[in-house]
C-alpha cells in the first residue's frame, strides 16, 4: 500500500516516457496511485512527486483540484448522479432523494459498509438520456427510481463485479507504444528545425 | 478487450441526411481497426501522405471547416497563426466535452476512435506537428478504453508511430486523460493541465496557443469532432464539404437535443440550414414537445448560451443569425423546456454548475458566480426579496460590464441585445454563471417576482397615548 507497487512503477516509467517533460505524467500517475489504493495517499503523492521531479506539495496541489482524486476511503461502489440541467429537467432531484432514503446516507458521504458512496455530479455528456448516473465511472442511462434500487441491489449481490471494477479503476485498457515502432517524446529544445515532411517535397 | 459487455452510447439518430463523420454508427464493431479499414479507413492519410503537406493545410482552409468546440473558429486559419521557424510544434486533441447539454465528442470517440487517430494525422501532417496528445475527460472510461485500443491496434499495424506507411511521416499519439474539471476544456487551462498542473486558464495575451502553447512551443489544440471531420474531407474534397451546408457554415454539425422533447437525441445535421425549428419539432429529429405541451424556452448552444424561447424557432444554425439574435451556436448542444418548468430552478442548475466549476483565478467569477447561486438559490427557496433581483444584475456588471447579450422577445416588447458580451474574467466561465440567470430574469421576470417573498408591514401602535 501506499508507495506504488514494483508493477506501477514500471507501468510509471512507460507513462513518464512519452511526455516531454516527466511532469506530464502527474495526472495519469494520481490514477494510477488511486487505482492501486482505492484513493490517493500522501505516500503515493510523493512517491509520484520523486517519479516526476516535484515536491509532494507540489503533486497534491494538481491533485486537488481535480474531482476524481480522493484523500480519504470511498465505497467501493461510487455512484455519482447527475443534476446538470437536463437532468434535472428529467427527474434528478427526485432520483438523488431517492438514493438518499435507499442508502440512508446524505449525497458526499458513504455507507458504514464502506459499500457505497454518493455524489451529485456535474454533466457528464449523456444529456439526451437523462436523467444519468455513473457507478465508477460506468453509464446508466435514463434511470428511474426502481432501476436504481435494482441496481443498488446487483451491485451489493456481487453480480456486476465483471462489468464494474472497485473504485480507482477507470480504464481497463491502456495505451502501450511498441518501441520498434515509436518516435518517442519530442521535447523543445531537442528539435529546431522542421520536421522532415514538411520539406515540400511528396512524402511517399 | 476493447471495452468489454458495455454497451454502446445511446441516443443517436442518423436520419436520412449526409453522415460526415458517423457513416460507422451503424455497425456494432464501428470502433475496430477491421471495420474502420472496410470501411475507408485510413484512405485519408494515404492520399494525404501523398500529397505536399501544404497543399493538404490548403484543402482544409479551402473547405473552411469550422472549430465544433465551442468558438467556431476555422481550423485551417488557427493552424495558420503558428509563427514560422520555431520547432517543434504539437497538436493537442481536446475531448474534455463537459459544458452541459452537449454530447457528441464521446460518441464519437466511443463509436469511431480511428477515425479521430486518422483525423489526428492528418493534421499534424498537414501543420507540421512533431507531437499529438490526444486529451479525454477523466470520467469517460469507455472512450479511454476505446481509443487506447484503438491506438494499440494502429500502432500495431504501421499508421502510427516512425515512417508511417513508409514515409517520412513520423508521429506519436499520446493518450492523457483528465480528473475532473470543466474549466480544463478551455484550451490554455487544458495545456495547464497536460503539463501536470492546476487546470487554470493562462493569463491573455498571447490569445492562441498557436503562438505560445504546451512547454512555451507553437501549439494547435483542436476539438474531437473538428479533426474527425478531416478523414472524409481529404476522401471526398473541398468541393464535396463545402458543398454541404451553406457558404459561411459548410459541411455537417453534431447536435444533441435534450429535455422535454419526444424524441431527445444526437443528430449530424446539415449546418447554416437546419433550423431550431425543423430540430425540435421535425419528424426526422425530436418529434416536438413532450405531451403536447407548449415550448418555453431553449437553450441553444450549450449551458453557456443566452436562452432562446419561441420567438427564435425559425433561427438557422448559422453564427451570423445567432449572434445578432443575442445567442451562440456554441457546442451543439440544445436543452428544451416544456410549459411546465420552473424556469428559476432552471437557470439555478446551471449557475450552481459554472459556480462549482469556477478555478477561482480571477476575482469576478469566483466571488460573482457564487454570489449568483446564493442569490438565486435565496429566490427559488421562496427567501429571497426584490432587491435580490436588482443585486443579480449588479453582480452580472461586474462580471460582464455593459450590456449583456439576450433575445428578443414580441410579448415583452424587447429587442435583442447581440452576442457577444465584455468581460472581467479571462476565460468564459464567470459570464457563463450569469448567462442562464441573467436570460431568465430578462425573459421570464414575472416568474422570480412571484416567488419573492412579500413582508406586510405590521402596523406599530403605541401601548399607551
Known amino acids: 500500500m501506499a508507495r506504488l507497487t514494483e508493477e506501477n512503477i514500471r507501468l510509471a516509467r512507460e507513462i513518464i516516457g512519452r511526455y516531454p517533460k516527466a511532469r506530464s505524467a ?4 494520481l490514477h494510477l496511485a488511486q487505482e492501486q489504493d482505492g484513493y490517493v495517499t500522501n ?13 509532494s506539495a507540489e503533486v497534491f496541489g494538481t491533485a486537488s483540484f481535480y474531482e476524481m482524486f480522493k484523500f480519504e476511503p470511498v465505497g467501493k461502489y461510487l455512484i ?29 458521504s458513504t455507507t458504514a459498509d464502506g459499500k457505497f458512496t454518493l455524489e451529485r455530479a456535474e454533466c457528464q455528456a ?79 | ?126 501543420a507540421g506537428l512533431s507531437q499529438c496528445f490526444l486529451y479525454i475527460r477523466g470520467e469517460m472510461a469507455l472512450a479511454q478504453e476505446r481509443v487506447a485500443a484503438a491506438l494499440n491496434e494502429a500502432y500495431a499495424a504501421g499508421y502510427i508511430g516512425k515512417n508511417i506507411l513508409g514515409s517520412k511521416f513520423s508521429l506519436d499519439i499520446v493518450l492523457h486523460w483528465g480528473a475532473g474539471a470543466y474549466v480544463v476544456g478551455e484550451e490554455t487551462a487544458l495545456i495547464e493541465s497536460l503539463e501536470g498542473n492546476r487546470g487554470m486558464p493562462r493569463l491573455k495575451p498571447p490569445y492562441f496557443p498557436a503562438a505560445n502553447g504546451l512547454y512555451g512551443q507553437p501549439t494547435i489544440v483542436n476539438n474531437v469532432e473538428t479533426l474527425a471531420n478531416l478523414p472524409w474531407l481529404l476522401n471526398n474534397g473541398a468541393a464535396a464539404y463545402t458543398a454541404i451546408g451553406t457558404a459561411t457554415s459548410p459541411g455537417t454539425r453534431m447536435v444533441a437535443v435534450s429535455g422535454h422533447v419526444n424524441r431527445p437525441g444526437v443528430f449530424e445535421i446539415i449546418n447554416g440550414i437546419t433550423t431550431f425549428r425543423d430540430l425540435l419539432y421535425g419528424d426526422e429529429f425530436c418529434q416536438g414537445i413532450r405531451n403536447g405541451n407548449d415550448l418555453k424556452a431553449f437553450v441553444p448552444g450549450g449551458g453557456s448560451a443566452p436562452w432562446f424561447t419561441p420567438d427564435q424557432l425559425d433561427l438557422p444554425f448559422e453564427a451570423s443569425q445567432v449572434g445578432p439574435a443575442g445567442s451562440m451556436l456554441g457546442s451543439g448542444a440544445i436543452m428544451v423546456m416544456d410549459s411546465t418548468t420552473d424556469i428559476p430552478r432552471a437557470a439555478l442548475t446551471l449557475t450552481r454548475f459554472y459556480a462549482h466549476e469556477s478555478c477561482g483565478k480571477c476575482t469576478p467569477c469566483r466571488e460573482g458566480g457564487t454570489w449568483l447561486e446564493r442569490i438565486l438559490s435565496r429566490v427559488v427557496d421562496g427567501k429571497g ?41 479571462i476565460c468564459f466561465v464567470g459570464p457563463s454563471a450569469y448567462a442562464p440567470v441573467h436570460s431568465a430574469l430578462t425573459l421570464f421576470r414575472s416568474e422570480f417576482e412571484a416567488r419573492i417573498v412579500k413582508r406586510t408591514m405590521i402596523k406599530v401602535t403605541a401601548v399607551s397615548e
Open chain 1, 126 to 204: 449523456a444529456c439526451t438520456e437523462a436523467p444519468c448516473l455513473q457507478v465508477n465511472y460506468r453509464y446508466r442511462y435514463r434511470v428511474t427510481p426502481d432501476q436504481l434500487d435494482t441496481l443498488i441491489d446487483d451491485l451489493s449481490a456481487g453480480t456486476l463485479s465483471s462489468e464494474i471494477p472497485a473504485h480507482g479503476v477507470v480504464a481497463s485498457v491502456r495505451q502501450h507504444i511498441p518501441a520498434e515502432r515509436g518516435v518517442g517524446a519530442v521535447a523543445p529544445g531537442l528539435v529546431t528545425e522542421n520536421p522532415v515532411w514538411l520539406d515540400g517535397k511528396a512524402a511517399l
Open chain 1, 43 to 55: 505516500e503515493a503523492m510523493s512517491h509520484i512527486g520523486e517519479l516526476v521531479g516535484a515536491s
Open chain 1, 26 to 29: 502527474t495526472i495519469p500517475l
Open chain 2, 1 to 126: 478487450m476493447t471495452g468489454g459487455t458495455w454497451k454502446h452510447a445511446p441516443g443517436f439518430y442518423a436520419g436520412d441526411r449526409p453522415q460526415v463523420v458517423t457513416s460507422r454508427f451503424q455497425y456494432e464493431d464501428s470502433y475496430t481497426l477491421e471495420r474502420y479499414l472496410a470501411t475507408d479507413g485510413y484512405k485519408g492519410l494515404r492520399s494525404a501522405l501523398a500529397r505536399p503537406a501544404s497543399e493538404i493545410h490548403d484543402e482544409v482552409k479551402n473547405a473552411t471547416v469550422l472549430g465544433r468546440g465551442g468558438a467556431g473558429f476555422p481550423a485551417g486559419n488557427k493552424w495558420g497563426l503558428m509563427p514560422q521557424g520555431v520547432w517543434p510544434r504539437y497538436l493537442v486533441v481536446n475531448g474534455d466535452e463537459s459544458e452541459p447539454g452537449t454530447y457528441k465528442d464521446r460518441l464519437l470517440m466511443e463509436r469511431d476512435p480511428h477515425q479521430l487517430i486518422e483525423g489526428c494525422l492528418i493534421a499534424s501532417y498537414a
Open chain 2, 385 to 425: 426579496t426584490d432587491a435580490d433581483l436588482e443585486q443579480i444584475f449588479e453582480v452580472g456588471e461586474s462580471i460582464c460590464p455593459g450590456s449583456f447579450p439576450h433575445a428578443s422577445n414580441e410579448k415583452l416588447g424587447i429587442a435583442a441585445v447581440p452576442f457577444p458580451y465584455r468581460m472581467n474574467t
Open chain 1, 80 to 108: 455519482n448522479i447527475c443534476g446538470t440541467m437536463s437532468c434535472a429537467l428529467m427527474g434528478a432531484e427526485e432520483l438523488m432523494h431517492h438514493a438518499e432514503e435507499r442508502l440512508g446516507i446524505k449525497m458526499g
